[in-house]
Antibody, heavy 125, light 109 residues
Framework: QVQLVESGGGVVQPGMSLRLSCATY????????FHWVRQGVRQAPGKGLE????????????YYADSVKGRFTISRDNSKNTVFLQMDSLTAEDTAVYYCARDLWDSGNYYFDYWGQGTLVTVSS | DIVLTQSPGTLSLSPGERATLSCRAS???????LVWYQQKPGQAPRLLIY???SRASGIPDRFSGSGSGTDFTLTISRLDPEDFAVYYC??????????FGQGTSLEIK
């Protein structure tokens, strides 16, 4: 069955880097685009979802949220069915659970149909 | 960027009651690009409704979505105990960023 499994989270000091991975199983990887979505653990009230980045199914296009542009890089390795998020110059505001999600185009509809379980990134000195 | 505002922030209801959740966009959103997700504590978001009104696979028919333009609604006709969770709307429009609303927390009264 379809699975997305994130890894690579952990505790890192401000200014440092971290690379997240999203390994996928159970479907044809190259058919789909992928996103990273994060859920902060710092902001209140509630802990909302923030879209971070997307990579097209063929890797030809990548887009980023303004909050991470120039610091984060999304990529994919079609030989390993894996998506990556390279995160540089991390700040406390980047502390969050990071989810990988698969997107689907369906008769003009566009949505995220499968999500991973998330990986926690904590930026702290 | 399109801003989505969900209301109410918290909704307290009893099992068996009807829940109506609102999502208002700062500009017109194509119905094909309005999505609802459910999230339970400690879990990833789960796709509920896409295209404003189409239920995802395996979603019970007590969940329905409606709306167009800038106003969208998620309705749960008769609340089941498993429905108490946080609900997010999202617009997946023609170009990023694909913004989310801030969420509505549906709590047991």
């Amino acid at each position: 069955q379809v699975q997305l499994v994130e890894s690579g989270g952990g505790v890192v000091q401000p200014g440092m880097s971290l690379r997240l991975s999203c390994a996928t199983y159970g479907f044809t990887f190259t058919t789909y685009g992928f996103h990273w979505v994060r859920q902060g653990v710092r902001q209140a009230p509630g802990k909302g979802l923030e879209w971070v980045a997307v990579i097209w199914n063929d890797g030809s296009k990548k887009y980023y949220a303004d909050s991470v542009k120039g610091r984060f890089t999304i990529s994919r390795d079609n030989s390993k069915n894996t998506v990556f998020l390279q995160m540089d110059s991390l700040t406390a505001e980047d502390t969050a659970v990071y989810y990988c999600a698969r997107d689907l185009w369906d008769s003009g509809n566009y949505y995220f149909d499968y999500w991973g379980q998330g990986t926690l990134v904590t930026v702290s000195s | 960027d399109i801003v989505l505002t969900q209301s109410p922030g918290t909704l307290s209801l009893s099992p068996g009651e009807r829940a109506t959740l609102s999502c208002r966009a700062s500009q017109i959103v194509s119905s094909r690009k309005l999505v609802w997700y459910q999230q339970k504590p400690g879990q990833a978001p789960r796709l509920l409704i896409y295209g404003a009104s189409s239920r995802a696979s395996g979603i019970p028919d007590r969940f329905s979505g409606s709306g167009s333009g800038t106003d969208f609604t998620l309705t749960i006709s008769r609340l089941d105990p498993e429905d108490f969770a946080v609900y997010y709307c999202q617009q997946s429009g023609t170009s990023p960023p694909y913004t989310f609303g801030q969420g509505t927390s549906l709590e047991i009264k």
